[in-house]
Structures are given as C-alpha cells and as structure tokens.
C-alpha cells in the first residue's frame, strides 16, 4: 500500500530532525584542549584496543547481512511485484532445503560473532604486564575522588597513571550507583554501594584521558567526568612524590589571608587540606583540597580550573552546578573571594 501523501512528508521532515539530534551528541564538547575526544575507536590501551577490534567485526559481519538481505529484498520486490494482468503467481508450500540453508546460514554468522565475543572477554580479563598500580576510584554525588592505597593520598576528578602498567581500580560507592567508564582506555563498570566491584585497565601512550559516569545518578550526572593523565614512569613518580606532600605553605600576603580564612571558616567542615585541617579527612564530604591547584578542573569537570572560574564556584556553586552538594557563601566579601582563590591556586 503506498504511504498517503501527509505520512509521506511527515516521514520526510522527520528524518533530518532525527540525525540532527542523533549527530547533536557528537559534537567534541571537551572543554579543556588537552582532552581527547573519549572516542572508543581511538583505542589507547589493550582493552580499549581488544573492545574496538571486536566492534569492527561485529560491524562488518552485520554489513554483510545487511547488504545481502535487502539486495535479494529489493531485487524480489522489482523483479515480482505485480503487474496489470499478471496472472496468479504459483501457490507453494514449504521448502526443505531453503529452510534448512536459511537456519543453518545465520547460525554460523552468530557463531562466529559469539566466538569472536568470548575470545575478547577472555583476552580482556587478565593483565599482561608485570607492573601494576592500585587506585580506589570512589563515585560521589557528583565527583570522583581518587585514593592511591600504596602511596597514601587522595585526591579527585584527576588519576594519574604510568603508560604500560596496570592499573587495579577497587570502585566503591556509598551513595548511588555510578559507572566506571574511560573510552579510550577500557568498557565501563558499575560502581555499586555495598558491593566493590574491581576493574583494570592500562594506557600504552601518554595522554589526557576524558572519563565519565555512564550510569544516571543524579541531575549532575552529566558534569561527574574525571581525567585519567598517563605519563612516563618517571612524571608519575615526579607527580606522587608532590601530592604526598602536605600543603604548601602560602608566600603572599593575599594567599596567607585566604589560608587564614579558610581555616576558620565554613570550608573545614567539608574539605581537607593536609597539615593545615585537623579534622579527621575521611569523614569529609567535599574533595581534598591539598593539591587543588594543580587540578585541571573544578567540580568533575564542570568547568576549568581558572581563577576567575574558582571565584564563580566559591561564591554560588549553585550556579555553576546546580544541586551539587556545596552551599553558597553570599556573606563574602570580594576581597575574601580573592584570597580564598589566591590560596587554593597557589596549591599547586
Ligand atoms: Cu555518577
């Protein structure tokens, strides 16, 4: 039955609308330049690289069944459709040896596909090299937070890691379920409370690695990315041996007043800073603030850490990530502002 003209242009305007919003989600909205796009197809590490080998086949088997199914469909419906005074095509019934090709064919497609899958779980799951790390990686509403077990310090939204090592990721969560996910380096992972769930994964070049939560968890969920930064052995050393250290000491006048107001404000009840707090850091809600100048983002990566967007955040973090669990501070002065943002600056 041919389409009555209104479905017809119906059908028409709809088309373009639906690419437009399916190609709106690929845009690269990274908004520092030194992310990568997280594309899954520009693998960086052996499980990204294995999962991506697997996609591929997948996409070429399933072209080929695409292109030969509706050939042979677009050939039939050309070749006998009906034409005025066609007789009454021949009535049959049943045909063994068609219907046995047709269930043994698409038996083998899905066999290989399933052997393809397998072979990839199994190549996934255990670590080939010999040197490894351990993270804990734990989900917040709405940031992560980073503890290195081994080397003793905790950080968020940034994990560094050495190229070519292991990395182990305990994931826990004592909220809501997040999801584990670095495109470019490893598949995803939920992040479940009451129930660790373990991960590895390993970047074979050096880079900046966008991460994201890709479980719904909250309005915020969208803006709880975190930057995986693979370096040469010798960075990472560089890098843990200055976030072991307790905060550095201010040496302006402006940022020694911010660190004074900071610790006889609000800001201790919820953040941490090492040798400057005293309260017992594991119990705080809000990210470590020990290196926090050394971060590349505020707030899972809702915006980048400049000090004019700091000043933003401190003032009305509502604003900046509505919901997030962080009041606002309306009381402060400007001047106070800019001490507070020249101190957690200066903690690089
Ligand atoms: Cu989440």
Same mark, same amino acid.
Not at 47 to 51: F, N, V
Not at 135 to 139: E, K
Not at 307 to 329: C, E, H, S
């Given at each position: 039955m041919p389409l009555k003209p209104t479905w017809r242009r119906r059908a028409a305007l709809a088309l373009p609308l639906l690419f437009a919003l399916l190609l709106a989600g690929c845009g690269d909205t990274s908004i520092t330049d030194i992310t990568h796009t997280p594309n899954m197809l520009d693998p960086k590490g052996p499980?990204? #690289?294995?999962?991506s080998d697997l996609f591929w086949i997948i996409l070429?088997?399933?072209t080929a069944v695409f292109v030969i199914v509706v050939s042979v469909l677009i050939y039939s419906i050309i070749r006998y459709r009906a034409r005025p005074d066609s007789p009454e095509p021949t009535q049959t019934h049943g045909n063994t040896r068609i219907e046995i090709a047709w269930t043994i064919a698409p038996s083998v497609v899905l066999a290989v596909v #399933? &052997?393809?899958t397998i072979t990839t779980m199994f190549q996934i799951q255990q670590p080939q090299s010999p040197n490894t790390i351990t &993270?804990?990686?734990?989900?917040h509403q709405w940031w992560w937070e980073f503890q290195y077990p081994d080397q003793h310090f905790v950080t968020a939204d940034e994990m560094w890691v050495p190229t070519n090592t292991v990395v182990h990721?305990? #994931?826990v969560s004592n909220n809501v379920i997040h999801s584990f996910w670095v495109p470019q380096l490893t598949g995803k992972t939920d992040v479940i409370p009451g129930h660790d769930n373990q991960m590895w994964l390993q970047a074979d070049s050096q880079g900046w690695f966008r991460g994201e939560? $890709?479980?719904?968890?909250?309005? +915020?969920? $969208?803006?709880?990315d975190f930057l995986v930064h693979a370096v040469s052995s010798s960075d990472y050393q560089t890098w843990v041996s200055q976030q072991q !250290? #307790?905060? $550095? !000491?201010?040496? /302006?006048?402006?940022? +020694?007043?911010?660190a004074k107001f900071f610790t006889t404000s609000a800001c201790i009840g919820c953040h941490a800073i090492n040798g400057v707090t005293t309260t017992d850091a594991s119990r705080l809600i809000g990210p470590n603030l020990t290196h926090f100048g050394s971060r590349q983002w505020i707030a899972g990566g809702v915006v980048d850490n400049t000090?004019?967007?700091?000043?933003?955040?401190?003032? /009305? @973090? !509502?604003? &900046?990530? /509505?919901?997030? /669990?962080? @009041?606002?501070?309306?009381q402060l002065t400007d001047d106070q502002i800019n001490e507070l943002v020249a101190y957690l600056e200066s903690l690089k």
């Open positions: 499980i990204a #690289l294995k999962e070429i088997i399933a #399933l &052997v393809a &993270v804990n990686a734990v989900g990721i305990n #994931l939560c $890709a479980e719904f968890c909250g309005t +915020q969920h $969208a803006h709880m !250290q #307790l905060a $550095a !000491q201010p040496t /302006d006048s402006v940022a +020694q007043a911010g000090p004019t967007n700091l000043a933003a955040w401190i003032r /009305d @973090p !509502q604003t &900046v990530k /509505d919901g997030a /669990d962080m @009041p606002a501070f309306p």
